[in-house]
């Protein structure tokens, strides 16, 4: 099972594993974690308590992956602490059953992470300092290692013991392709022209005052720490300069180039290795009297170049096959070579053109090198200061003065902007995403942004405006056109409410459709992967009931667009496996038995949650402001 898992090492596993711990304790701020017993736990499992800054560190995580998309906050935060407790009961449950995984084995995870490899092996220096920027022991990292593998090793033990039998290859299949004959009318939203009454405009806009907002907004003062900016402080010599343009003189050189052309002999079904090696040594002795690309439009069974005299055109050394490679290298410009064997059969090779390799000289590339050359000795210099920035902005939480002065940085100031919009620096998604944060919002400094490799932000709040209602006399004809929208809106509701009443009592869909004037329109043998289908009428013709005693199941389907489909659902045909399933059986085994481990996993974490000493003590919040 660990095998498994450290193989897992390589890809996303040991990625969550490290962007769990991974978390600079500077998120969280000081007090939480000298608590003196007063802020009370937003839920316990156990003895196991967890606080609100547990669910918004959990919460800004989530929110950062999102990448700006918009969010229920309250939802995504109750998600993030059924996460932590369902986690913990697991925890808890593992070590009640006494799994244990040797320190051997959490070594050799450990070192074969990839973000503590250097040239392929285990670097412990890279260890050491993400300990330190963490501010861990090796016993408190090496714990959290333990716990994650005990839980994976846990978790894989069901999922890879789960098994899927012939008849639910077949179950699946019957249910996957599936076809259903579907008749159905789209009934159109028609536009209301009628203006409301001045006592519905202010009803409508009392009760949906948040869409006539201005949005809160902020601004912030920040510090940034780039390797460009640092790059600038180097100081340099002619002398450091050039000996660092001999270092790296081939990132300021074109290596030498050869056009060449060829003629080949294929060696294939047709044509033995002896009779094409025969060919192309008759094709050499032929060149005494004929031209090479005369003779490669004669002769070469590589058609495509052999209508243009044999010709592949530039290439630099290690592009051909090694023996074409070798071969072409070798020879002056004009030479023709010898027969020569590839993969394809016998080329003759011809140099025609020779393009030796250029330096472009120090002069003329002394200001790109002088650039290269401050960038790359800022770089640990640029690491440094980053971790100087995390701790000094997290020991004076309360200003950026000291980092900005130590750190020899200018405090630089935003204009207003929101959660979704702003200038300047402001226009960076993250760098609004984490304004936004309870941390920014409760007057502490953010942790480090990383805007790129290269460059690190830290903000605190400067000014803070709460969103505010737009007076109703500016907004009065977008809520004029709302009420005439919801009214439009209504209607097609109310339409296909009737048009279903008269179908379930035995209407014919053809007459129902025919009062109303609109258009029938039939599908018959529909798949769940119909092209040029509608997705979501799709999923809900294939998640309604099948008809029953050969009467069709009549419902109505709302589509994003705000029409409404009337669907009459009149019969279904059970699915079977096709050729190219049958071909696909293994894999299709393999991920059906995937499905019923992850199923019986949840029940079980359900199961376990249930039985467990959970108590969540007060609803999870964002905090006024």
């Not at 959990?58 to 369902?86: M, P, R, T, V």
């Not at 990292?141 to 333990?146: L, Y």
């Not at 294939?542 to 705000?562: E, G, Q, R, Y």
């Amino acid at each position: 099972m660990l095998t498994k898992i450290r193989e897992k090492s390589q890809g996303a596993f040991a990625g969550v594993i490290l962007t769990v711990i991974c978390v600079p304790f500077v998120l969280w701020g000081i007090n939480n974690y000298l608590n003196d017993g007063q802020e009370a736990p937003v839920a316990s499992v156990g003895k196991k308590d967890f606080y609100q800054r547990d669910v918004t560190k959990a919460f800004e995580k989530y929110q950062q992956s999102l990448g700006g998309l918009a969010i229920d906050e309250q939802n995504i935060k109750a998600q993030a602490l059924s996460k932590l407790i369902k986690d913990e009961v697991l925890l808890q449950y593992v070590h009640q059953k006494g799994l244990i995984i040797t320190d051997e084995a959490i070594r050799d995870f450990v070192q074969a992470l990839p973000y503590f490899q250097t040239d392929n092996k285990f670097d412990e220096t890279k260890y050491k300092q993400l300990l330190s920027s963490q501010r861990m022991s090796s016993n408190e990292f090496v714990g959290q290692i333990k716990n994650a593998l005990l839980m994976e090793q846990f978790q894989q033990s069901i999922l890879n013991s789960s098994f899927a039998t012939p008849y639910d290859l077949e179950h699946f299949f019957k249910i996957q392709n599936q076809q259903r004959d579907v008749e159905y009318i789209i009934v159109p939203v028609t536009a209301s022209a009628e203006t409301p009454s001045d006592e519905a405009i202010n009803a409508y806009y009392q009760a949906h005052q948040t869409q006539y907002q201005l949005p809160e907004q902020m601004a912030v003062e920040y510090v940034e720490l780039t390797l460009d900016d640092l790059a600038k402080t180097i100081e340099v010599t002619d002398e450091k300069v050039k000996a660092f343009y001999d270092e790296q003189s081939a990132q300021y050189s074109t290596p030498e180039r050869r056009k060449v052309s060829h003629i080949l002999f294929e060696v294939n079904d047709k044509q033995d290795d002896k009779t094409a090696l025969e060919k192309a040594n008759q094709a050499k002795a032929a060149l005494a009297n004929k031209d090479f690309a005369t003779l490669a439009r004669e002769l070469s069974d590589d058609k495509l170049t052999g209508k243009d005299g044999g010709e592949l055109g530039l290439f630099s050394a290690g592009v051909m096959e090694k023996d074409f490679d070798n071969a072409a290298l070798t020879l002056k410009q004009g030479e023709v070579s010898a027969p020569v064997k590839s993969q394809f059969g016998y080329h003759l090779i011809k140099v025609i053109e020779l393009k030796p390799a250029e330096i472009k000289p120090f002069d003329s590339v002394k200001a790109e090198v002088t650039k290269a050359y401050q960038k790359s000795q800022a770089e640990n210099l640029f690491y440094q200061q980053g971790e100087s920035l995390t701790e000094l902005s997290y020991q004076n939480s309360d200003n950026l003065q000291a980092a900005a002065t130590q750190l020899n940085l200018t405090i630089k100031k935003t204009g207003l902007f929101s959660k979704t919009q702003g200038e300047g620096i402001a226009a960076e998604e993250k760098i609004r995403s984490v304004a936004f944060s309870d941390e920014v919002l409760q007057g502490a400094n953010s942790t480090p942004i990383e805007l790129s490799t290269d460059h690190l932000v830290v903000l605190r709040l400067l000014e803070h405006k709460a969103a505010e209602n737009k007076p109703l006399a500016t907004v009065k004809a977008d809520v004029i056109k709302a009420l005439q929208t919801e009214k439009a809106q209504q209607q097609v509701i109310e339409t296909a409410k009737a048009m279903k009443t008269k179908l379930l009592a035995g209407d014919e869909l053809a007459k129902v459709a025919a009062d109303y004037k609109l258009p029938v329109q039939k599908v018959a043998g529909l798949t769940r992967m119909k092209k040029e289908f509608n997705v979501m009428l799709n999923e809900a013709i294939f998640k309604a009931a099948k008809p029953v005693a050969d009467k069709p199941n009549i419902f109505t389907v709302a589509l994003p667009s705000h029409e409404q489909v009337v669907v009459s659902l009149t019969k279904i045909h059970d699915g079977v496996m096709s050729d190219e399933d049958k071909k696909r059986a293994a894999l299709a085994t393999k991920n059906i038995a995937k499905a019923i481990g992850e199923s019986e996993f949840n029940s079980l974490i359900n199961t376990l949650e249930e039985k467990a000493d959970v108590k969540i003590n007060v609803p999870t919040t964002t905090p006024a402001q």
